[in-house]
């Protein structure tokens, strides 16, 4: 057996508000998927639907892949929805990558949605999105941006980081998604603007957050690339960990620990380190997540993650360049989506068809994917 | 390797309502199915933790498998959650077995919940339902109950069922979940009780239908059994199959296509048929799913299902007991943990520990789980 690859990939431009069903932008990035692939492909060679989605009660929407199956004709394919909080769509691409390298089927299509806009008033979609988080953070009503806080505060305590430095990921990923015609928040923004902006939990201000968006992304993964492309991006390794779920139930407060436990899972399958690879797609939610992977992925030391943004080492021309997409702060964050779309941006990076936005000889690429404050990490090691 | 294996079971009692909350519930079946193994079993033992949930809008409960794995000290674990409509029990087996058995991890903790009860409105819980369908019957407002109207009308058109052969389904799976202490509905009924019950859309009436509940269940399954039961149950085959979303999408309305695809799929992987099971757990949402389901399982000729109920051939006593358990009719219907608790059901079977309903010389069981009117459908072979 060949190695598994990704062999094509398609997404709905990320927005406030896309005007699309659920279904209709679910159906739209399947079908684009299939129609994408170089050498073509039909929904009868699909054996495996892995639907990733982070709650109906944004979508009003279950049961997705057996009508994404019936939709595009995949009469034999088995399917199912994934879900991981923020991480579902990691943890679809986990999912696809060792079915099929167990023999379960030859070619998988994922498909990732979030349409949060049907959820109008930011006191509910908070609510959603904190069914993710330990019950108790629950009960006592802290949203994400909270939480998030807190990790902010006890990391810049410790390390000494200022409130700019987290601003400069904001300014660096919103500059990123100027090149991307899929991102959601075309808008170049400045350090001024950034700690202008109104605080949401102190330290984090407005701009600091990742905003509700709606999209969909697809990928289609096989274990037989060749036959559908001559240029697959290999999945060299991929891995899933967890934290506990409540940041009170942690031995640090400011890491993410999963994506520790990931990323040297993924280094110690691969041969590989940090060093290795030219491209990484990370979960800034917020922007303080983002300071906080440098370390957790080995770009950085501990607690010297600050100084990368400070010395732009992570800008789009810097020496590890992350999230030139966007990010989750300027492309956008439509949960179910995010972690496919990664996927997506690394494929078409690896292969040379970034447009504006490509990265120069960029072999290899990991992506990091978790949901809530960490309980779960996705990390993924992509090479041409 | 050992084959893989069921080799511990726990559930709540189901019931309209239960005063845990989702979360408690949760804790107290994982907790349960580790307490309840034979030689004994430890959270640092399981490797992967599936959630098996339907709709957070039930529960407002999400990314349940770090919160699992953190709680039973499952540190090194990978999980996610699983759903595909009211067959997400079955999809969290069929996975548990294919991963353990393409060697990712030694032993899997499934657990199922559905916490209804939050939902206090019909009209509510029905749209909740409703998104598991086809976005045209979902915008035309049409509610599981009368889908299964026209799949029961249709089936007595063509093959002159009556509405008492209907009943005689309520009344068989009533009268066994008397012998069930974690049934919801312990209450006996005749056939004039359920046809003077109300109808809900004809001809389907309200004791036709199973009812809105609360409970949960957990599964170890496990690559070597024989380190945590003498008597473990055997996994014999799985399989999942879908059939077009929409019910006006397929040639046979009155047909569950998907269990004859999965149910072939299971008979021809272990060389079995019908009459080598004793004991069978089917997916009764509605007393005509049972009926179609004889059919789809191959007990009975197609067209024929009806007789089997009418001459007692299903009943406890019969030859081929079906729903021992008080089925989805009458044990009750928590989503989320309704296909774990069919395994959990043929668990204690088949280790002759079902106390006032065993069924006598079980040796292998079955169970057919499916989602919607029958997109989805998961069957699964079981040993002792």
Known sequence: MEKVAIVSAYSTPYSMRN???????????????????????????????????????????????????????ATSARGFRVENACAAGGTAIYLAYNLLSAGLGKNALIV????????PFSSQSNEVLMRASHPEEYSVGAPYLSL?????????????????????????????????????????VTVEDVLSS??????????????????????????????????????????????????????????????????????RRTGLNPKDFQIFEVHDAFTIAEIILYEM????????????IREMETSFEGKFPVNVSGGLKAKGHPIGATGVGMA???????????????VKNAERGLMENHGGTGATSVVVAFSR
């Open 297 to 308: 992925l080995g770009l950085s030391e501990r607690g010297k993650g600050y100084l990368m």
């Open 148 to 188: 998030y806080a807190i990790m902010a505060r006890e990391y810049m305590r410790k390390y000494g980081a200022k409130e700019e430095d987290l601003a400069l990921v904001a300014v660096k990923n919103h500059e990123n998604a100027l090149r991307n015609p899929l991102a959601a928040l075309k808008k170049k």
């Open 344 to 358: 997506a941006e690394l494929f078409w990076q690896l292969r040379g068809e970034a447009g504006g936005r490509q």
């Open 198 to 267: 109104p605080y949401v939990s102190t330290p984090l201000k407005l701009l600091d957050s990742s905003p509700i968006t709606d999209g969909a992304a697809a990928l289609i993964i096989s274990s037989e690339p060749k036959k559908i492309t001559d240029t697959p991006v290999y999945i060299l390794a991929a891995e899933i960990s967890h934290d506990y779920s409540g940041l009170h139930q942690r031995s640090e407060m400011d890491a993410i620990n999963a994506a520790r436990k990931s990323a040297v899972s993924v280094y």
């Open 19 to 73: 005007e699309m069903s659920a279904w209709e932008m679910v159906k739209s990035v399947a079908e684009g998927a299939l129609k994408s692939a170089d050498k073509g492909i039909y929904g009868k060679d699909i054996d495996l639907v892995i639907v990733s989605n982070f709650s109906d009660s944004f979508g009003n929407f279950l049961h997705v892949a057996p009508l994404v199956a019936g939709e595009i004709g």
């Open 112 to 119: 990732g949605f979030e349409k949060m806009s049907n959820v």
